[in-house]
């Protein structure tokens, strides 16, 4: 094999697929995967990743040929599927732990602000009382 179109085109006939599935599948509009499929054009990394999901094949396989098809090391997809989840996990993780701290700080900003604001203890009705004496009923 010596190219990414006669690769896809191997895998697709493994796998027994049609474009049409292929585009469902991926989201890959069915005239891109034409142009895939006839060398035409080359891959965008998404489309690939996509594509080589679909086709259990390796992204680096329909590439360029590099390793077996996915079919026949069944291990190596599945190796590249739990880095890339790791490390979106740990992205996840740090994106979590970053908006957590910023909460923590609005927190307790509001808090001493509150504690600014609290009502004068010896006083605590003096409010009430001037809201009281200007709106007292007529007689």
């Given amino acids: 094999m010596s190219s990414f179109a006669e690769r896809l085109n191997q895998a697709m006939h493994k796998k027994a697929c049609k474009a049409v599935d292929l585009t469902k599948a991926t989201g890959v509009i069915a005239s891109v995967i034409s142009r895939y499929r006839s060398g035409k054009h080359l891959p965008t990394i998404n489309n690939v990743f996509a594509i080589a999901k679909y086709l259990k094949v390796s992204p680096e396989w329909l590439l360029n040929g590099s390793d077996a098809?996915?079919?026949t090391k069944p291990s190596q997809g599945t190796l590249w599927d739990k880095d890339k989840i790791i490390g979106v996990q740990e992205e996840l993780i740090k994106k979590f732990k970053q908006e957590n701290e910023e909460l923590r700080q609005k927190v307790k900003e509001l808090e001493d602000y509150k504690a600014k604001k609290t009502k004068n203890p010896?006083?605590?009705?003096?409010?009430?009382?001037?809201?009281?004496?200007?709106?007292?009923?007529?007689?």
Avoid: I
Wanted: charge should be positive.
């Fill in 69 to 71: 098809p996915e079919w």
């Fill in 122 to 139: 010896t006083k605590p009705n003096k409010q009430k009382v001037g809201f009281m004496k200007k709106h007292k009923p007529k007689k």
